[in-house]
Every structure is written in structure tokens, then in C-alpha cells.
């Protein structure tokens, strides 16, 4: 297998209980934002109610539209540094596909 990883610094450490062990910090990280984002459900709730715009909607869009979109840059942000320092093993990648 082994057919990609994240980068690992060679100062970085693993896990307290396993320091061998190379823990997937980026991507937890991206999963993690993910995640947080996907429990803004005010906006979904209100859109049976779209017809009837009043303070009760607007005062919902306020706060999800720019925590979500600055979640968002932050998760596009890590994962790019994610993609950009990502190692690949393409000879392990061609001995699983066979």
C-alpha cells in the first residue's frame, strides 16, 4: 500500500503514547472544518419559510454566511498546504491498480 502521506517535519513529533506514529494533522484539520461547517443548519430550516422574508431569517444569514465562508478559506487554505507537501509513491500506486 503506502501509496501517499502527509509531510512530516523532522522536528514534528507523533502521538504522546506512540511517537513513531505519523498522525494525519492536515487532514484531521480539513475533516475537522468540515465538519463544524456542516452544522450550520439555520439556514436549511428557513427555507420553507423563504417566501415570508422577515427579521427572523436575515438575523440567521448574518452570522452563518461569513463564519461559513471564513471557515471555508481557512479549510481550502490548510488543505492546499496539504496537496502542496503531500508525498506520493506512484510505483506503489501501480502495484496496487494491478
Known amino acids: 500500500m503506502h501509496e501517499v502521506e502527509e509531510s512530516f517535519g523532522s522536528e514534528q513529533k507523533g502521538s504522546s503514547a506512540m511517537p513513531h506514529k505519523r498522525t ?3 487532514g484531521e484539520a480539513v475533516r475537522a472544518g468540515a465538519a463544524s461547517t456542516g452544522q450550520y443548519g439555520g439556514g ?4 420553507g419559510l423563504w417566501h415570508e422574508r422577515d427579521i ?4 440567521v444569514e448574518r452570522v452563518i454566511i461569513p463564519d461559513s465562508t471564513i471557515a471555508l478559506d481557512h479549510m481550502l487554505t490548510q488543505f492546499a498546504g496539504l496537496v ?4 506520493v509513491f506512484p510505483a506503489n500506486m ?5
Open 84 to 87: 502542496r507537501n503531500l508525498k
Open 56 to 59: 427572523s431569517h436575515s438575523s
Open 24 to 26: 494525519d494533522h492536515g
Open 44 to 47: 436549511r430550516r428557513k427555507r
Open 94 to 98: 501501480k502495484a496496487t491498480s494491478t
